[in-house]
């Protein structure tokens, strides 16, 4: 059974305060590791489609990285407005569908 | 270009009753898939529609069932609610398949009393 694992659960950064966010995940033949932000009561907001290990994507103070078994959400001296749940999702080779963990609750403090 | 929209917004219900929840899908997008989000989980994937057809569910009943339209608009439909079905519904567009990326609607908040 596909299996993806966010931690920590929550995270409390002070605005520029550096950190990465882990995303473990346990699927059969990888096809896509993604990455989302949420914001409360709004839907999910893309951010990063990875495919492959050793591939990194940048977005402003964000960038993504992914190996075998993880996927790392770093981010470079946040901003309150970066505040929000970090969801990331993988599909794997078996399924037809997007198996999601169960996110991170980023708080930054000004 | 015109993103994903879903209606209503918010809907109360009660235990025993049917709901139907409509999905818009981005322009130029045939895939559609429907999550479930209980509060402080990840969505939870319900199933998904590839020009018309479902082309995939996951762990949820039968009495959630759906439709996907010519124009590739969306229907979720729940029977006999029940208090657990109380979440935040959400559509989700690709452009072809499962293997694209999804974007997501903002979602239909239900309560079931």
């Known amino acids: 059974e596909d299996q993806v694992t966010q931690s920590p659960e929550a995270l409390r950064l002070q605005e520029g305060e550096s950190s990465s966010l882990n995303c473990s995940y346990t699927?059969?033949?990888?096809?896509?590791l993604f990455w989302y932000r949420q914001d409360p009561g709004k839907g999910p907001e893309f951010l990063f489609t990875?495919?492959?290990a050793g591939e990194e994507k940048e977005k402003e103070r964000l960038k993504a990285t992914l190996t075998k078994k993880e996927s790392f959400l770093h981010i470079t001296a946040p901003k309150p407005e970066d505040s929000a749940t970090y969801l990331c999702?993988?599909?794997?080779?078996?399924?037809?569908?997007?198996?999601f963990g169960s996110g991170t609750q980023l708080t930054v403090l000004p | 270009e015109t993103g994903v929209t879903q209606s209503p917004t918010h809907l109360i219900k009660t235990r025993g009753q049917q709901v139907t929840l409509r999905c818009s899908s981005q322009?130029?997008?045939?895939?559609v898939s429907w999550y479930q989000q209980a509060l402080g989980q990840g969505p939870q994937f319900i199933f998904q529609?590839?020009?018309?057809?479902?082309?995939g569910r996951g762990n949820f009943p039968p009495r959630f069932s759906g439709l996907q339209f010519p124009n590739y608009s969306s229907e979720l439909n729940v029977n006999a609610l029940e208090l657990d079905d109380s979440a935040l519904y959400l559509c989700?567009?690709?452009?072809?398949?499962?293997?694209?990326?999804?974007?997501f609607g903002p979602g239909t908040r239900l309560l079931v009393l």
């Open positions: 999702a993988a599909l794997s080779g078996s399924a037809r569908q997007l198996t």
């Open positions: 699927v059969s033949g990888l096809r896509g």
């Open positions: 990875l495919y492959s």
């Open positions: 322009s130029g997008h045939n895939t």
């Open positions: 529609y590839y020009r018309e057809e479902e082309n």
């Open positions: 989700a567009s690709a452009l072809s398949g499962i293997q694209e990326t999804q974007y």
